[in-house]
Structures are given as C-alpha cells and as structure tokens.
C-alpha cells in the first residue's frame, strides 16, 4: 500500500513539473492579450500638451489647434473636427474607431512647432503628421484612452517656439477722424540692435515674422508725425495698434509751412541787416575829410577852396 503511494506521489510531481512552464507561459501571455487592440466602435482619445519655452517648468499650452486624420486607403482624410487644448493643455476626440488603420495628429500654434512625443506609442511623420497607436491598457477607469499623461508631467506632447510675430494696425489721424494708413513702414528693433520691419497694406495691417524676444517699435509714414517708441513682445497672440496724426500743412526741410515762414523772414532780416552794414563800411572808407575854419576870413572862400585836395 505505502509503496503503491509512492508510485502515486512521484506521478503527481512529474505532471507538476511538466505544468509549471506552462502555467507560466499562460501568465506571461495574459498582459500582451491584454493590451492588443481595441475593438471597433466609438472611442475617445485625449492628451495634453505643454510648452517648453517658460524654461523654468514645462506649462500647458492653451488654444493650440489639435486636428485628427486616418489614413484609411493611403490616403490621410481628416475624420474629425479640430480642436483647441483648454487652459489645462488638454484636447480630446470622439469617434468611430477601425482596428488596423492609421490615425495621426497635427498640432497648430503660432510660432510654435512639437519638439517630442510622450513614449513609443505616437511617432513623427512627414509635413507634421504623428501617428499613434491605441492599446487596451490604455484605456482609462472611464474606458477612455489617454495618449498621453499631464501637461505638467515629463510625458507629454511639447511644444516650442520656433518663429513668432509682431503684428497689428496702423491708422491715420486728421481732425479727430481716423482711417486705415497704408504705406506705413514698422520697424522693431531687437535688445542687440537687430531690426525687422514691413509695410502696412490698404487696410492698415502688418506683420512683421521675427525670434521670439521683446523689441522696440516706431511707425513712420510721409506726411505724418513718427510714432513714439513703443515696448512690444513677440509671441503673444494679440495684435497692436498704432495711430499716427495726420500733418496739417506742408512740410518743408522737416518743419511744417509756419516754422518755414519763420525760418525765411529771418533769413531776409538777417540779409538786410549785412546789407546796411556793408554800406556803412564802405561809405566811411571812401568819405572825404572836412577842415576847421580857423579865420573869419576864410568864411567868404569857395567851399572847393576851403577843403584840402
């Protein structure tokens, strides 16, 4: 009896050692079923995006234009309506999802390009697309799937300033009525002196694609007074505004018809005056010399005979 238990227990250990890889090879095969695909249907997907150029800590990115396309049959569509991220950075879509096809996003921000990705599963195309790929154990406790963790986390989708803008409108001024000035040139000067300017068009507006920096703006256009200097910052997403007071008279050598008129009559007097002197001169350097009479007798000679040769 002992011994037919022996035989029973030695079975039983050599089936156990047999079971055990393939006991775990089933545990390890759970987690990649886990995070395959998702099924078709209607998902949503969401992510957050930050901005580098604070420097000092990675902040989220407001209103940056978040667009979603497929790329079903080679070709990529636009399948959903752009969005703008919230003041969290946040963006998010809604749609009907297919197993196996290609889904990519474009990120649209004045003056701002991505300059890195979360992790592997969103890569870098052509002309600004990312692709992205969804798996299951990425979806959320609400059964959304996150691309991406918090803006102000080291996985989320950045964005920095390449190029910016100072722009905006110029309008004239003449007897209290504004109007559109085209022709206008405004010129910004960066801290190192370097400068960058453009022209108003038929509507007043310019823009002027510079680094992103802080500057100093003059607006000038003939016939009206040069604006004050003015601070103004590349980068922001609001436009200035100038306005220039129309001269009331015609300028001559920089100074309108009044200042011209003074400039002139003292001109003439300052002429007249170097003429009346000039006379003065040359008539005392050429008048003859009188003599005294000392006698009552020559009282009664000729004047030609009393003055000396």
Do not use: W
């Amino acid at each position: 009896m002992s011994g037919h238990v022996k035989a029973i227990l030695l079975i039983v250990s050599a089936l156990a050692v047999l079971v055990a890889p393939l006991t775990a090879v089933g545990l390890d095969a759970a987690p990649s079923q886990g995070s395959g695909e998702p099924a078709a249907g209607e998902i949503t997907v969401y992510g957050y995006v930050t901005n580098l150029s604070d420097q000092e800590e990675n902040t989220p990115l407001q209103n940056v234009t978040v667009t979603l396309y497929s790329g079903a049959g080679n070709r990529i569509v636009e399948v959903g309506d752009p969005c703008s991220t919230d003041e969290t950075g946040r963006f998010s879509f809604t749609f009907d999802y297919t197993p196996g096809v290609p889904y990519y996003l474009t990120f649209e921000y004045p003056g701002y390009a991505v300059r890195s990705l979360p992790d592997l599963n969103m890569s870098m195309e052509s002309d600004g697309y990312i692709s992205f790929q969804l798996r299951t154990d990425m979806a959320d406790s609400d059964g959304d799937y996150a691309l991406t963790d918090t803006a102000n986390s080291m996985h989320a989708i950045v964005m920095a300033i390449t190029t910016s803008y100072v722009y905006g409108t110029v309008q004239g001024v003449l007897d209290e009525e504004e109007f559109a000035l085209g022709g206008a040139t405004v010129t910004i000067v960066s801290e190192n002196g370097q400068s960058y300017s453009a022209q108003t068009n038929g509507s007043g507006y310019f823009s002027i694609e510079c680094p992103y920096g802080t500057y100093v703006m003059t607006v000038e256009c003939s016939g009206f007074q040069t604006s004050e200097k003015m601070d103004v910052e590349s980068g922001l997403n609001a436009p200035y505004r100038v306005t220039l007071q129309q001269n009331t008279s015609d300028v001559f050598m920089g100074m309108d018809s009044a200042h011209s008129l003074m400039l002139v009559a003292i001109t003439i007097l300052v002429l007249l005056l170097l003429i009346v002197f000039g006379i003065r001169a040359r008539s005392m350097r050429t008048g003859s010399e009188s003599v005294l009479v000392n006698d009552l007798e020559d009282l009664g000679k000729d004047e030609d005979e009393i003055r000396r040769p």
